[in-house]
Structures are given as structure tokens and as C-alpha cells.
């Protein structure tokens, strides 16, 4: 069984290689290989994380590994650094095979469509094909050096994706600046797995975390500190969340696979596996669960005044992301991967409805020139409805059961400040979700009259993911979290988070129905329901299945965004908080000078020293030239003088 | 000499037999080059068989003077491995030209046994004999392009200045023998141990010393003895470069292996200095001149004087005290000769029509013209580089770290040899960037390497990138240098 493992990465792999060297010959079928590799990939890895959930034989309830040969061995440095090539499975990662796996299935059949007019197609899925292996190798490491290998591959093609449209120039700077902050937090964990090899002596995961306990607990906290740094950067968590909005210059099906549903997870996954060093760090806990907490409130206002289709979805994105890690800070381990599950299927789904929107308008992502398009691109809105329910956390559908564990978690583990930051950030996700819907579906249109006219529906390899990927989003709940904190998922994750979980004192207790967990799910969801309906009023509504019929009032909008007090929450919204200001303040001006004075010291004392140096070698270097002429006479006086040298060297050393 | 003496010489007794076959074979088939090259690379085949039945014993021949052990396997099977793939890019070079291949191999397989005596030399004298056959050849091949003048200057020049080096090193030898009365490695690491032990060593050892330093180091094409290496290079046909910059530079680190490790290494602490001087010199120069140049090829060979420097780093770190500074040499050595070989295999596949240049702008859209190529070029200089996972970031790494563990002056030269590699990145990706990012001339035709050739490259590429992910080079370096003692 354990056989399998190595396929599930190798053959995207394979993909990437076979489609990049013949994609420039055949570039109109490059992509069947791409799209058929992830497919096989996708079999093989559904065996496996169902035999890996069911605790079955190999996997256990411990997991089970396979170690393919010594990568780093033992005998080449007198350290006795080693690292093995290693995968390994185990019930988390079998949840995160079947959400990178089935996603990005379904985004490279999408792709055909949506990339069909592109001449780079073939490079498109060459990069996703590597993107699948990275992701696919970080999630199924068995030693952290490997699993940092993973993470900068994902980083890679995370930059090769988003900059895909090279040529145009936001495209190139989103790319170089996700690089960028990246890098910071990429620093942080390379940093933490240094501590880790020199506080342990190995780097293999399940050894780390049985020797956890031994390391002295100010290493502990730096270790969980520096692996937290890394996941910050990759999950784009306060205050390096200003890559992933940006992100969005690459093509929809990026943002949806890489951006939202499955690199950016990472993350989360990282701190998850690690649980044992969180575990043993409950400060740096405290760490996690606020960062998290702040940004997903920070994000979501910021998702209240966005325009760009785009946008909105990528700072909803940074808010469930924050969601996640509120969940893992307050040791609702299994919520969060949860969270991490339907949200990878909703908010794939929704990105890709937006890319279905955005193809369907030519190209437009501004929201304001959209509207009353529900009719036109009926799939696509019947879909993006399900997803935008789904997020907002109306119970039956998936978006509801994850969030709720996540705040309940959190009140019944006795951090009322998170659960109080969480409980107004799902009103806040509900209403920015029907601004988008009102705006794009709803209502009169603003579509430009030249586009309005050739509006037309996705090609069907387009709308078949969508509808594919709706029914998770819509029943995954259900099917796996039900009933609350006792359902699928926590039996299959039980084992991984148990020994953490039962070291920290928190019980994962019985849901109670009629008891502190009822009343939490019922004011959440009257919440999100006067949410919804606020938005409703405001930007329209038009469901005649259900007799709702609003008409949006922009006026009524503008009047209250200008209402004193509101104003500058509104500005400071609308400008992103001005981290994008700050940022450039800061590191772009002030580091600029910075750099400016360096080159400065640079040019006038380094130059003028090398200038000197150089004035005197030119004269040497005249004399020299002479000796190169070619003439081997003067090449053996300069091998007789080297000799001279040397001898001198050694008589030095002879007569010490 | 008995009959089990000539069995120890059986892989060096297949090699010299295989260039005869060859030079028969031209004579029965005049100017046919198949059955030459089929010839050649059979022989070279049934030498590494062997070898490799040799394998994993030791025993000397010849009253001690020659010893067949891991370290002679190892190396014999690297010098074959140079040989075989140079023969197998040779001929796209060689045919449009109108040279004769099967020349070039008897030649080439001649300057071969020599290495591979060197490699089981346990005798200064038998040592430089087979050093000398070595090199022989290596001066008929850089001037094998006869009608080419540049080939005739540079190999005349490299001839001229090998033969002096090659007196001083017989001088160096010469004093050793007076001092220690013997020729035999072993014999005289016990005597100089014995020298050693008293303290300071006298001042003819140390004259001894310096003409020995000197002459190996110019084999080796360290500064400041480097001065042959960027004429012979650049004016030998692009094979023989490709040959002349992995070939005799293993030859002479395992000439250093033998000479200083084995027979001098009680005087370790006296040449640890100046191996650290020459090493810094040698990768900082090498690297800080490769920058300037435009032509690939004489970049390239500026390049190689920088690896002898992160070599020789592993050579000091085995005298600052760390054993693993040895197999650390024979994986560079390794890792070095199927990168390199590869990235002169992509410009001899760029001048198959002669009269192309290696200038840089002859790499302008290679990755569009020939993907192949281009992702194969790309990896042997990102793996030159030293860019993780490949061959090259390992083969640097085992030096730099062995040198690390060394500590003391070693740490320094540790920092310095990573500050080069950083500084290398530049001119190697320099090409990347040519060939990516550039448009390729209007009127560059098409390329189509032959069979063989491919086959070769793809045997280099191959190797690059598994040298990087899979150890077993490795463990057979470090068991072939459990060989020396420490």
C-alpha cells in the first residue's frame, strides 16, 4: 500500500516534465497530459486517504510511511546531518490529499476552457502540473528539510502564476512582491528547522515530535515562534497579508487552486502537524490565536468596500484563513483543518465563479460594472449562491458547521476575546458575500452595452467543475461534520491531536445541543441572517423561488458610507487600512534612502578604495599584459617566480 | 613481476588494447568512423567491467609499487567514464571538420591508462611516470586540430610550460628520495612521520616540498600556475577542452591523494598553509576573471580553475584534520566531471557547423530553439552554481562543511569559498539568462546532435541530477577514501 505514496506526487511530476519540453511542439494538446497526470494523481491519492481515514492497515491510526532512499546520508559531514526521501501518511495529510487533489483536478479541467484563447497555455499547465508535485510533496514529507523544499516550490510557482501574464506590468510587480514577503517568512522557518536540527539532532518529523518534550522550553517557544513566522507568511497572516490581494493578477484558476483553496493552507497544515511543538509552546498559542483572530477582522472590513470582484474574494480569503488560525491558537485543532476543508471546496468554488463572471463580461472585474447577470449566466449564479451561502455559515451548508466549532472551540476553551473578535466576523463575512452577490446578480445591469450583448454562459468543461465542486461545498458539513465535534472527521483526526489535546488540558466535550453550543449556533446564525438581510436592502436581492425581490439603493449606500464617524472607517477600509502605504513608506522610501546611502558609501569609499586598487593593478596589470603576450617564456618565469613563492612559504614554515 | 602482477594491471592492459583495436580497426577500415567509435566505446565498457570485478579488494603488484584498492576503482572508473563520454561527444565536433575520430580515441585512451596508473600509484617514481603518460597524449589532443593555428600555439605553449612543471615535480621527488632513501609511499610516510615527529622539518624537505606543491599544482591549474589554462583551452577543439578541464585536473588531485596525502601527509601542518593560500587565490581568481569574459568557453575555463580551488579546499580540510575532506574531493571530482562535460557537450553541439563561436550571443534563445538543449544546459550551470538539489550544491557543500568542521583558519576559508560560489552565480546564469530571455539570430539553424551524442547528454544530465538526490556516489567516495589513512 505504501508503495502508492510516491506516485500520488510523481506523476504531475511527470506532467510538468513531459508537458514543458513538448508543450512548445504541440501546444494546442500539451494540456491533455497536464490535465490526465493530476486526474491519475487524484485516483491514487483517493485510495489512499480513504484507507489513511479509515484507520486501515497500514496507515493505523498513526499513519504510515514509506521512505523511498537516504537523501542526505549520515557519512557526508562529520555533523552527521542527514535526511531521508520521505513520504508519509497519516489521517491529516489524507485530508489535505483529498482537498489538493480533488481542487486541483477540477481546476485543470476548468483550465481548458479558461485558458483555451491563450497561446501560453501549455507553459499555464506545465506550472500547475509543478505546482500539484510541490504541494503534493509538502503535504506528505516525512522530515521538515523536505517539507521546506515543498514550500519553496510552492512559492516558486505561486510567483511563476501570478506573474503568468508577464507582460503586463501589475502582473510582474504582484509577482516580484508575493516573492518578496514571502521570503520573510520563509527566513523565519528555515531558521526554526535549524533550531530544530541543533536542539534534536534530527529532522524527521515523528522523531521531533516524540523528543519535543526534551528541549528546554525557551527553545521551544523560539522553534514554535519561527515555524509560526514561516506559516505567516505562506497563509499571508497580519502584518504579511499584503501579497495575496495582489495575487490576484494571476489568472482565476490560480487564485482559486493556489491562492485560496490550497497553497495558502499550508500554513495552516504546517501548524496543525506540528501540533506537538504548539503544544508544548501554549505561549506562542496565544500568538497564533491572535494574529489569526486579527486578521480575520482586520480582512473582512477590509472585504466590506472592495469593488474588484477579485479582491473581495482574496480578503475573504485572509479572513478564513484567520478563522483557521483562531481555531488552531486555541487548541480547536480539528475545527480548523474542518474550516480548512470546506473552505478549500467554497471558496475554490466561488473563485472559479468568478472567473466563469469574468470570462462571461470580457474580461471586466469591477463589480459596479456588473449586475442582474443571474439570468444570463444562470449556472454559474446558481453555483456562486450555493458557495456564497456556504461561506456565510447558513446552516445546513458546509461554511456553517466548520465556523461553528471554530467559535464554540473558542468560548468553551475559554477565549471569550476570540470568540467575541469571531462572532462579528461571521456577521461581517455574510454581508460582504451579498454585496458581492447583490452587486454582480442582482439588479439592474451596468454591464457595458458593447459586452452586454454577447454575455453568454462558461463552456461546459467550465460550469462541470463548478457544479462538481458545489456539492461539497454545500453538503461536506453534513457528511463529515455532523453531528457537531463527534462526526467523521473527528474520529478520523482524533488520534493525530489527541496526546496534544489531552497534554493541554482542553477537553474536546460533548456537544450539547441544548446547552451552551445550541445557544452559540443559534446566535451565530442570527447574526449572519440579519447580516444577509441587511445586505439584501442595500444592494438588492432576487430569488423568485423564494419571493425575495429588492432593488439595490446605491444613494441609501453613499448616504450611510458618509455619515459621520462611518467616513473614516469607510476611507480606511476602502484604502486597505493603508498597509500598502505604510509598507511603501516604509521599506520602499525609507529603506530606498537607506539603500541610497549605501550606495552612496558604496560609490565614494568603496569604489574609491577599489578605484585605487585598480589604478595600481592597471599598472601591474600593464607590466602583466606584457607577460601574456603569448610568450611562454615569460608564462615559465611567472611559474618559476609562483615557485620562488612557495618555497619562500614553506622555508617561513620550515624555520618556525 | 608474476602473473598475478599483470592481473592487478588488467583494467589498465584493457585500456591500452582497446586504443590499439582502434587504431587497427582504422587501419582495416580506413576513415570509418563508426567502427572506430564502436571499438572505442566497447573497450572502454569491458575496462570499467573489470575494474569493477576488482572491485572491492586490495592488493598490490608489482613489490608495492602499485596498489589496487577502493580508491583506484573509484578513480579508474571516473577516468573511463571521461573518456567515453568525451569520445561520445567528440565526433559532432570532429566530423564537419573533417578531423579522424579514431585517432582522437586511441590518443584519448592512452592519456586514460595514464590516469589510471596514477590512480594506483603507490611509488613517487611509478607516480610520475604514469603522470607523464597522462599528460603526453593531453598535448597531441590540444593540438589536434592541426591546420587550426590557435590549436598549434596552445598546445605547444601547454607542452613547453608541462614539461617544466614536470621537472620541478621530478625535482621535488628527487629531494624526498634523498631525504627519505626511498620511492615507496608507504616507506616514506614512515620515514617523514619519523622526521615529523622530531618538529621542524629541514630545509631541503621544505625545498622539497615547494617543487612538489608547484609541479601538481600546475597540473591542477592553480593560481598562480594557471597560466597554460586559458590559452590550451581555449585554443584546443571544444572536445579536447572539454576532456583537457575534467581529465588531467582529477589526474593531478589524485596525484595530490597519492603523493600528498598518502606519502606526505605526517607533514600535513607544513602544507596546510599554502594549500590555503593556493586554494584562496585560485577560486578567487578564477572566479573574479570568468566574470569578464564574453566566450563561453574560455568562461568556462576560468571556471574550472575556481573548482580546483573549492577541490583544494577539501584537500586542506583532510590537513586541518578532517578525513572527510577526502571523499569530499572524489564526490566534487565526480559531480564536477559529468556537469562540466555536459555544458561543453552543449557548445560543442552549438559549433557542430564550424565556424560558429562560443561568444555568449551564440546562447541567445537556445531554451526556444532546442528546449532540450537549453533545459539541459540550464542545469548543468544552475548545478555549477550550486543550486540545491543538484550535484554541484552537494559537492560544495561536503568541502565547505568538512572545511567548517576543520575550523580555525579553514572556517575562513569556508566563508570565502561560499562568497565565491555567490559571486559565480553571476556569470554562469549570465547564459541562463541569454538563453531564456534573449531572442535567438534570424538566421540560427536548426540543431540535430547525433545519436550518440544524445546519448551522452543525456548520461551527464542524468548524473547531475541524481548525483544530487541519490547518495550512492557518495558512499562510494567516502568508502574509496576510507583507503587513505587519516
Known sequence: MTALLPLIPILPLGGFVLTGLLGRRYPDDAHRIAVWAVVASWVVASIVAVMALLHASPFGTGGAGITLWTWIPANGFASGFNASMGLFVDPLTACLLIVVTTIGMLVHVYSIGYMAHDPGRWRFFAYLNLFMFSMLLLVMADNFLLVFAGWELVGLCSYLLIGFWYPRRTAAVAAKKAFLVNRIGDMGFALGIMAIWTQLGTLNMQDVFAKFGSVPHEWQIAIALLIFCGAV?????????????????????????????????????????????????????????????????????????????????AYSTLSQLGYMFASLGVGAWTAAIFHLMSHGFFKGLLFLDSGSVIHSVDGEQDMR??????????????????????????????????????????????????????????????????????????????????????????????????????????????????PPETGLLHQWLAPVFASTIAASGHTEAAYNFFGVDGALAIGTTALVAVAIVLAWRLFGVEIPVLGLRAQPRPDQVREISARRGLALLYKGSFNKWWFDDINNKLFVEWGGKLAAAAFWFDRTVVDGTVNGIGTVTAGAGGWLRRVQTGRVQNYAL??????????????????? | MNWSDLGSLAPIIWAVLTAAAVLLVDIAAPGRRAPAIATALMGLAVTAAVVLSLAGHTETAFGGAYVVDGLTAFLDLLFVAIAALTIMFADDYLQPRGLPIAEFAAVLIFAITGAMLVAGSADLLLLFVALELMVLPGYLLAGYARNDPYSTEGAI????????????????????????????????????????????????????????????????????????????????????????????????????????????????????????????????????????????????????IAHTGYILVGLAAYAGGQHSGISAILFYGAAYTFMNMGAFAVITALQRRPGVTS????????????????????????????????????????????????????????????????????????????????????????????????????????????????????NAASSAAGVLKG
Open chain 2, 157 to 304: 605553449k601547454y607542452f613547453l610550460l608541462g614539461s617544466f612543471s614536470s621537472a620541478i615535480l621530478l625535482f621535488g621527488l628527487a629531494y624526498v628520495w634523498g631525504l627519505t632513501g626511498s620511492t615507496r609511499v608507504d616507506v616514506v610516510a614512515a620515514a617523514l612521520a619519523q622526521a615529523a615527529a622530531k618538529g621542524s622539518i629541514a630545509p631541503g624537505l621544505a625545498m622539497g616540498l615547494a617543487f612538489m606543491t608547484a609541479g601538481v599544482a600546475f597540473k591542477m591549474a592553480a593560481v598562480p600556475f594557471h597560466y597554460w589554462t586559458p590559452d590550451a583551452y581555449q585554443g584546443s577543439p571544444t572536445p579536447v577542452t572539454a576532456y583537457l578541464s575534467v581529465g588531467p585536473k582529477i589526474g593531478a588531485f589524485a596525484v595530490a591523494l597519492r603523493l600528498f596525502v598518502a606519502a606526505l601527509g605526517p607533514l600535513k601542518a607544513d602544507w596546510l598553509p599554502i594549500v590555503i593560500v593556493l586554494a584562496a587565490l585560485t577560486m578567487t581568481l578564477g572566479n573574479l576573471v570568468a566574470i569578464t569574459q564574453d566566450n563561453v568557453k574560455r568562461m568556462l575555463a576560468y571556471s574550472s
Open chain 2, 359 to 474: 561568444q555568449i550571443s551564440t546562447f541567445a534563445g537556445l531554451g526556444r530553439r532546442s528546449p532540450w538543449l537549453g533545459a539541459l544546459m540550464a542545469l548543468f550551470l544552475l548545478s555549477l552554481t550550486g543550486i540545491p538539489p543538484l550535484a554541484g550544491f552537494w559537492a560544495k557543500a561536503y568541502v565547505i562543511v568538512a572545511a567548517i568542521q576543520a575550523g580555525g583558519w579553514l572556517t575562513a576559508l569556508a566563508v570565502l569559498a561560499m562568497l565565491n560560489a555567490a559571486a559565480a552565480a553571476f556569470y554562469y546564469l549570465r547564459v541562463v539568462v541569454y538563453m531564456y530571455m534573449r531572442d535567438p539570430a534570424e538566421d540560427a539553424p536548426p540543431l540535430s546532435p547525433g545519436l550518440l551524442f544524445r546519448v551522452g547528454l543525456a548520461v551527464t544530465g542524468i548524473a547531475t541530477l541524481v548525483f544530487g538526490l541519490f547518495p550512492a556516489i557518495l
Open chain 1, 233 to 313: 507568511g505562506k497563509s499571508a497572516q497580519f502584518p504579511l497579508h499584503v501579497w495575496l490581494p495582489d495575487a490576484m493578477e494571476g489568472p482565476t484558476p490560480v487564485s482559486a487552486l493556489i491562492h485560496a483553496a490550497t497553497m495558502v493552507n499550508a500554513g495552516v497544515y504546517l501548524v496543525a502537524r506540528c501540533n506537538p511543538i504548539f503544544g508544548a509552546a501554549p505561549e506562542v498559542m496565544v500568538v497564533v490565536a491572535a494574529i489569526g483572530i486579527f486578521t480575520a477582522i482586520l480582512a473582512a472590513s477590509i472585504a466590506f468596500t472592495q469593488t474588484d470582484i477579485k479582491r473581495v474574494l
Open chain 1, 369 to 482: 460594472k456588473m449586475g442582474g447577470l443571474a439570468r444570463k449566466i444562470p449556472i454559474t449564479y446558481a453555483t456562486m449562491l450555493v458557495g456564497a451561502v456556504a461561506i456565510s455559515g447558513v446552516p445546513p451548508l458546509a461554511g456553517f458547521f466548520s465556523k461553528d466549532e471554530i467559535l464554540g472551540g473558542a468560548f468553551k476553551n475559554g477565549f471569550l476575546w476570540v470568540w467575541a473578535i469571531g462572532f462579528v466576523v461571521a456577521g461581517m463575512t455574510a454581508f460582504y458575500m451579498f454585496r458581492l452577490m447583490g452587486m454582480t446578480f442582482w439588479g439592474p445591469s451596468h454591464v457595458d452595452p458593447e459586452v452586454e450583448h454577447h454575455i453568454h454562459e462558461s463552456p461546459r468543461s467550465m460550469t462541470g467543475p463548478l457544479i462538481l465542486l458545489a456539492i461539497p461545498a454545500a453538503l461536506l458539513g453534513l457528511a463529515i461534520g455532523f
Open chain 1, 638 to 656: 611567472g611559474i618559476a617566480l609562483g615557485l620562488i613563492l612557495v618555497a619562500a612559504g614553506y622555508l617561513v614554515i620550515a624555520a618556525r
